[in-house]
Each structure stands twice: as structure tokens, then as C-alpha cells.
Antibody, heavy 126, light 110 residues
Framework: QVQLQESGPGLVKPSETLSLTCTVS????????WSWIRQPPGKGLEWIGY???????SYNPSLKSRVTISVDTSKNQFSLKLSSVTAADSAVYYC????????????????????WGQGTLVTVSS | SSELTQDPTVSVALGQTVRITCQGD??????ASWYQHKPGQAPVLVIY???NRPSGIPDRFSGSSSGNTASLTITGAQAEDEADYYC?????????????FGGGTKLTVL
């Protein structure tokens, strides 16, 4: 059974960089996409970005200028950095395995997140 | 970006059938996935693709799609189904991969 666990500071000062790590256990990080997703208090889910085990990435356009996602396959971990944070970045941050699937002709059909971490609350405050 | 629209709240009587919908242009091109989210817990995948249930998800959960609308149906809703439900799909308005979530539907089981 694949398990994911987020770790990192629960409190970050405004204008600083939020840094989180997701550790994958019970399976290999290789051959999969891995995403970060967040939920601000009282609001819905927001996709932040993903990384392929090889290192290729895609980010939410609304966050792209501030986000970096990296992977360390030797540690079975991937990480999130979000710079210049404000109170609006306060949220529960989740990591998840991101499955992309295709039809028989090889055309992309959709994605889904099949394993999630429990989430970690990050508060941006001085 | 392409948006996915969900009704904010839906209610259903215990044992009855409820449909939760998700509307968006991207759904004409891409399949949706559905997540059940209870307070203090991680979201749980309940439906993906045309109508696929992960192992462990009860068969009272089913999915369908027509045009720009994807639907999650719970046939014979149980008290434990009370939760927020989110749809997810790819944004079709941009060329690079960008996933979007609907705003969520709070399901109340009466």
C-alpha cells in the first residue's frame, strides 16, 4: 500500500519561502507523476503543480512564478517551494500520486489522484 | 483558465439517490475524476475515467458524462456519505497540462 507523508514548517513568515517535502513509502516514486494540492481554510481544493519522476514539471499558471517542485528519487521524496508567501497562501497542503491515462490510440484522456498524504497545515503569519 | 462548476450544496434523504454534477467546457474533451473529502481527512478518490471505482469504493457510487457535464451518482445514500465532493479535470483552454478542481459540493444526508 502506497503511503505519502508531508513534512515541513507549520508557520512561515510573509515574504519568505514555504518549503514542504513529501515522502513516499510502500512503493517507488519512479514511473509516476506526483502532485501538490492545497486547500485554504473554508475554500476548495487547488492544484499547485506536478513533477514526473524524471524531473519534468507543470505548474498552475496562477502560481507558476512562485512555485518550484523537485524530486529526489534516491530518497523517494518530492518537494514544494513557494516563494514570497502571503496570508493567502495559508492552507492545508497535500501531496498526491497523479495518474495520467490514455486511450488505445495514445491520446490523453484524463488524470486522477489515487493516493494522498494526510495533509499539513501551513500558516503564513509574522 | 477553464472552470468547473458545481452546486455548492445538495441534500438527500437516507437511502435515496442523489446526483452531483460538474460542468465545464473541458469535460467535452477530458474525463473527470471525483473525490470525497471529510473534515480533517485526506480526500478519497471515488470515481475516475468513464465510470471506474477504485478498490474499496462501494458500488453505490457511479459516474457518467454527457457533453460538458460530468455526474457522480450515489444510489442509496448512507449517513457516511455526508462529505464534500470535488470534481477534477484538465484545463482545455491551455496547451500545457493544468489540472482544475470544481468548487466542491457539500452533500448532506437527511
Amino acid at each position: 500500500q502506497v503511503q505519502l507523508q508531508e513534512s515541513g514548517p507549520g508557520l512561515v513568515k510573509p515574504s519568505e519561502t514555504l518549503s514542504l517535502t513529501c515522502t513516499v513509502s510502500g512503493g517507488s516514486i519512479n514511473s509516476y507523476y506526483w502532485s501538490w494540492i492545497r486547500q485554504p481554510p473554508g475554500k476548495g481544493l487547488e492544484w499547485i503543480g506536478y513533477i514526473y519522476y524524471s524531473g519534468s514539471t507543470s505548474y498552475n499558471p496562477s502560481l507558476k512564478s512562485r512555485v518550484t517542485i523537485s524530486v529526489d528519487t534516491s530518497k523517494n521524496q518530492f518537494s514544494l517551494k513557494l516563494s514570497s508567501v502571503t496570508a493567502a497562501d495559508s492552507a492545508v497542503y497535500y501531496c498526491a500520486r497523479d495518474i495520467h491515462y490514455y486511450d488505445s490510440s495514445g491520446y490523453y484522456q484524463g488524470n486522477y489522484f489515487d493516493y494522498w498524504g494526510q495533509g499539513t497545515l501551513v500558516t503564513v503569519s509574522s | 483558465s477553464s472552470e468547473l462548476t458545481q452546486d455548492p450544496t445538495v441534500s438527500v434523504a437516507l437511502g435515496q439517490t442523489v446526483r452531483i454534477t460538474c460542468q465545464g467546457d473541458s469535460l467535452r474533451s477530458y474525463s473527470a475524476s471525483w473525490y470525497q473529502h471529510k473534515p480533517g481527512q485526506a480526500p478519497v478518490l471515488v470515481i475516475y475515467g468513464k465510470n471506474n471505482r477504485p478498490s474499496g469504493i462501494p458500488d453505490r457510487f457511479s459516474g457518467s458524462s454527457s457533453g460538458n457535464t460530468a455526474s457522480l451518482t450515489i444510489t442509496g445514500a448512507q449517513a457516511e456519505d455526508e462529505a464534500d465532493y470535488y470534481c477534477n479535470s484538465r484545463d482545455s483552454s491551455v496547451s500545457h497540462p493544468n489540472w482544475v478542481f470544481g468548487g466542491g459540493t457539500k452533500l448532506t444526508v437527511l
